[in-house]
């Protein structure tokens, strides 16, 4: 169990450039879910993944944003045309039902700066 | 709509004393609740869970929390504060959304400082 990993841990753009983030969950867990977190605030739901299939997404997540979680495995965050206001760290986090509870382990998040 | 109030967004204690936390949550069912605590720059690591097991739940660190239905309660405590414990510190309480899945609708975080 090598846990939740992303990549990049840090990014800065320009505004109106592209960004993708990639998470990687722990190999078992079938539940992914993406959050934001902005300065000072605690992280907030933004999309979810049972396997490949995104089953909810936030009114947070804009039609700027796309994720996808090809073959179920890792996920994609994109942010297309990006602005000052989507500065925040991106937190990933998987999980596998066990008992009723969803317990959810994270990753160490990628902080994005939009200049 | 479930939903999560931390009282005190900063907490301040010398190192050897008593630290308690608090949350409290709202929620229209059964809660499943949880305390991480994140590191500068960090993800969120988690220090324990309450799922209806028993009410007095112990972490990892030496950390506990203890649930009072009565008092919609879910503080967090450690009996000595030690340095390293200096963190921001998040009470989450799930939501179901779909097909068994929970999203976790955290607190505005506790900033906790450990004076020497």
């Known amino acids: 169990d090598t846990g939740v990993s992303q990549d990049p841990r840090h990014k800065i753009t320009k505004r109106g450039q592209n960004v993708t983030f990639r998470c990687d969950p722990i190999s078992e867990h079938n539940r992914l879910y993406w959050y934001r977190q902005t300065l000072g605030q605690g992280p907030e739901f933004l999309t979810y993944f049972q396997n490949e299939a995104q089953l909810e997404k936030s009114r947070l997540l804009s039609d700027r944003f796309s994720a996808e979680r090809p073959k179920g495995s890792f996920s994609t965050l994109e942010i297309q045309r990006t602005e000052q206001g989507d500065s925040a760290m991106y937190l990933c986090?998987?999980?596998?039902?066990?008992?009723?509870?969803?317990?959810?382990?994270f990753g160490p998040g990628t902080r994005l700066t939009v200049l | 709509a479930q939903s999560v109030t931390q009282l005190g967004s900063h907490v301040s204690v010398s190192e050897g004393a008593l630290v308690l936390l608090r949350c409290n949550y709202s929620s229209s069912v059964p809660p499943y609740l949880f305390w991480y605590v994140q590191y500068p720059n960090q993800g969120l690591q988690l220090l324990l869970k309450?799922?209806?097991?028993?009410?007095l739940v112990k972490g990892i660190n030496g950390f506990e929390a203890e649930f009072k239905k009565s008092e919609t309660s879910f503080h967090l405590t450690k009996p000595s504060a030690h340095m390293s414990d200096a963190a921001e510190y998040f009470c989450?309480?799930?939501?179901?959304?779909?097909?068994?899945?929970?999203?976790?609708?955290f607190g505005q975080g506790t900033r906790l400082t450990i004076n020497p």
């Open positions: 989450a309480v799930t939501t179901y959304i779909i097909q068994g899945a929970q999203k976790l609708v």
């Open positions: 309450y799922t209806s097991a028993a009410t």
């Open positions: 986090a998987s999980s596998f039902t066990v008992a009723g509870t969803d317990t959810q382990y």
